[in-house]
Structure formats: structure tokens, C-alpha cells
């Protein structure tokens, strides 16, 4: 579970920013909308909206959620002197450029221990790492490096509850190139102490940028798994129109080549490619698989059957979405969504949100999502605490910041509020000349 991100000197993010998902003390739609743990006095949030005007850095505050993951995970198998993908510091002012990207998360793994992890680096290196435990509350230091600009090497620390022989941490200290986090690579060298936050960043956490839709390979699996009336239910509850869905596998048709100008084919397609070549070792021709949707015509109960390619694109996004919003609801995963909104209609975004408010949350799991869908700033839907702005500041720097700064009345129209810009966040549109 998140409990806040912070980054700086990212993109369109200059000074640090901080989304923070712990609850005030207000007591509204506390039952739905809050998180409360077993003999912890905190509470935290289900979900939280970003709100703002285009280009303000709503999404790249979720890029830089992405970009620690990514580095997270994959950082240690980099090439020496291969500069850290994703790093992108502010460039709009000439004395930032060669300064750090700063990232920091605050989270509950699956072992209910809280953890804080933070790195801060340039393409070319990681300047400082470290990470504090809270095993029963208390705060542990498991590492820090940092960069010696003057010798160009690394101070090391490693605290007492910091498992592993002396050797043991010498190898994972040798083994950390400047371009890797030493969590990356300590994980891959079998840290086992680590595995536990590791496994949270891996699986607990799924970023979803502008450009990137969920794979629907997870919607194909439920299908797969004889549980497609999951997805069916999904589909309906949306009122698409859809009578039933189902999945068939079909020789790879010659013409796959050009499926690149069907992104969704694309993706379907790319799934069933075998990787060892046109046949595998059995001599089995590869297979794509064929995702159809049924239609029933009310009159005379005659069936058609339709690609999913046929259907448009709201469909096609809200298959896609429903494999992964049942997962992120099942495991209780922190799901990060940019543009909830994009092709769908109002009622289904509303709807989608309402989920992770719902019964069907048993895990808690989060949603975090940007949109400019402003019939969803509704305090029966969203507590305050949950609303949260980004704008440009005289620096052209992305500023984020809560509603709860304005101290808006429980009954406020927040949505009527926010279009005549009483919380700001919002393009001022000029005349053309």
C-alpha cells in the first residue's frame, strides 16, 4: 500500500513534490473511501485524483512513479557507462540541468512493514541511496551509498539489522555499478531481506502513463481460466451491449505482418508469437489468439459474433482495463492510471472509480488516477482529501497541491467551484489574434 511519493528535478518538476495518501481526520465516507489497519492510529486513503490544466505535469508525476519502478527492477542488468533510462532532469532553468533527479516512496509491503526507500541520480549516476525499515514502528537503517564528487567513489553504511555476511555485502557492494541502484542488485544476488519490498515495487505497484493501455493479456487469462464472466460482468455493468465474450487460438494468419496498423491486434498478436522461431521444436506452427464478442439482437435473438478490433475504442480500452482492475482489486495493488477518463464515458470512469470504494476492495488496494473529468469532483464520490491540483508556477515549474488548502465547506460544489477557478489548476484560454 502507498503512503506518498515524493520527486524532484523531474521534467516539468523542479522543487520536490509530494502526493501523500494518509487520511486526514475527517470522518467522511470514512467506511468506503478510508484504509484503517489493525493497531495502527494512521489511516489511509483508496484513492486520490489528480487534477489540472494540459501540459501542467500531471503525468509525469506518474512517469516518475514509472521511472522508479523501472530502475527498481531493471537497473542492475545495464551495461557499464549506459546512461539510467528515464532520467530527465528540469531543464528550464540553466544551473538545474546537471543536478539530481530525486525519488522517494513511503510503503506497506506484504510483510505489514512499513518501508522508505530514496535514490537520487543523474543519466550518468546514482548520487545517493538508502532505505530505513519500520519493523513494529521503529526505524531501521538498512543502507546508504553516496557519491564522493571529489574521489568519485562511494561512501558505504550498512546498519546492524541489515542481514547478510560481512563478505556477503562486500560482493553486492562490488557488483553495484555507479548506473544501478544497489536494491536492484543486491535483489538479483539473492539478498533475501530485500525480496520482501522488492516483491511490493514488482508486483504491488502498476503505472499506467499516456501511451501505455494494461496489456490485455490479464482480461485474456480470466477468459483463459474459465472466469471471462468476470470480464463479462464488467462489460455489462458498463452497458456496451455486449451479450458474451469468449477467446479462440488460430494459425497465425500470413499477412501478420501487417498488423501494426491495428494496435489492438498488435498487442493480441504479440502475445502468441513463439519466440524460437515461425515453428517450435515440436513442429507446431505458432497460434494468435482471437478475442470475439457476442451480440444478440433483442427481436429476433439472432446472434453476431464480432472481433474485439470491431468494437470501438471505449470497448476495446475498458477489455483491456477490467483483467488488471480485477487483479489490482484481488491482490490489493496500488494502480496508477494517467487519463482515466480518455474514451470513456463519464458514468463508466464513475463507475470504475467507485470499485475500489466498494465490497469488491477486500484487499486494499489503490487507485491513483489523473483526469480532467470533472464530474467526478463529487463530494458523495471523493472525500476532500482525496482531490489534489497541479499548475505551473512563475518558473513554469509543476506545483501540486491538495484541496484541503483551500479548506473547502463539506457542501461546497467543488465541481462548479474548480471551472470557475476558485482552486486554480485550470488553463486560462486566450483570444486568437
Known amino acids: 500500500m502507498l503512503i506518498e511519493f515524493s520527486v524532484a528535478n523531474f521534467k516539468s518538476i523542479l522543487e520536490r513534490q509530494t502526493l501523500s495518501m494518509v487520511a486526514s481526520a475527517d470522518s467522511e465516507h470514512a467506511e468506503k473511501n478510508v484504509i484503517e489497519l489493525p493497531g495502527e492510529t494512521i489511516k489511509y486513503l483508496k484513492s486520490a485524483v489528480v487534477y489540472g490544466p494540459n501540459a501542467a505535469g500531471k503525468s509525469n ?24 533510462i528515464g532520467i530527465t532532469p528540469f531543464l528550464l532553468d540553466g544551473n538545474i540541468p546537471d543536478e539530481p533527479s530525486e525519488f522517494n516512496i513511503v510503503f506497506i509491503a506484504s510483510d505489514g512493514v512499513k518501508y522508505e526507500y530514496h535514490f537520487s541520480a543523474t543519466p550518468k549516476a546514482v548520487e545517493k541511496e538508502w532505505m530505513v525499515a519500520y519493523p513494529h514502528g521503529r526505524p531501521q ?9 571529489t574521489t568519485g567513489k562511494y561512501e558505504w553504511w550498512f546498519g546492524s539489522k541489515f542481514k547478510g555476511e560481512k563478505a556477503e555485502k562486500k560482493v553486492w557492494q562490488d557488483f553495484t555499478r555507479n548506473n544501478s541502484l544497489f536494491f536492484s542488485t543486491a535483489v538479483q544476488l539473492n539478498n533475501e531481506q530485500l525480496k520482501t519490498p522488492f516483491g511490493w515495487i514488482a508486483n504491488q505497484l502498476i503505472v ?27 462489460l455489462q455493468a458498463a452497458d456496451i451491449g455486449i451479450d458474451g465474450i469468449d477467446i479462440k487460438e488460430e494459425d497465425l494468419p500470413p499477412q501478420a505482418q501487417f498488423m501494426g496498423g491495428n494496435p489492438f491486434m498488435q498487442a493480441i498478436g504479440a502475445l502468441n508469437f513463439n519466440p524460437g522461431g515461425p515453428e517450435d521444436t515440436a513442429g507446431q506452427k505458432p497460434k494468435m489468439i482471437r478475442v470475439t464478442t457476442t451480440h444478440k439482437n433483442a427481436e429476433t435473438n439472432e446472434v453476431v459474433h464480432l472481433g474485439i478490433e470491431d468494437e470501438s475504442e471505449g470497448t476495446r480500452k475498458l477489455f483491456n482495463l477490467t483483467g488488471g482492475w480485477i487483479r489490482s482489486l484481488d491482490i490489493g495493488a496500488t494502480l496508477l492510471v494517467d487519463e482515466l477518463e480518455r474514451s470513456l464515458h463519464p458514468k463508466i470512469t464513475r463507475f470504475l472509480v467507485e470499485l475500489f470504494h466498494s465490497n469488491k476492495n477486500q484487499s486494499n ?4 488516477f489523473t483526469t480532467h473529468d470533472t464530474n467526478l ?57
Open 208 to 234: 499506467i502513463t499516456s501511451g501505455i493501455d494494461l496489456n490485455p493479456l490479464l482480461s485474456i487469462n480470466l477468459i483463459k481460466n474459465n472466469e471471462g464472466h468476470k470480464i463479462l460482468d464488467y
Open 377 to 433: 469532483l463529487d463530494t458523495s464520490l471523493l472525500r476532500r482529501d482525496q482531490i489534489w491540483f497541479v499548475e505551473k508556477n512563475n518558473s513554469k515549474a509543476t506545483y501540486l497541491y491538495s484541496l484541503l488548502d483551500y479548506n473547502p465547506r463539506k457542501e461546497e460544489a467543488l465541481e462548479r467551484g474548480y471551472l470557475k477557478g476558485r482552486y486554480g489548476a485550470v488553463p486560462v484560454v486566450g483570444e486568437i489574434n
Open 141 to 149: 537503517r538498512w543502507f546508504e551509498r553516496e557519491l564522493n564528487k
Open 61 to 84: 508525476l506518474l512517469k516518475a512513479m514509472l521511472v522508479l519502478q523501472q530502475l527498481i527492477l531493471h537497473s542492475a542488468s545495464s551495461q557499464e557507462g549506459i546512461p539510467m
Open 365 to 368: 488496494a489503490q487507485l491513483i
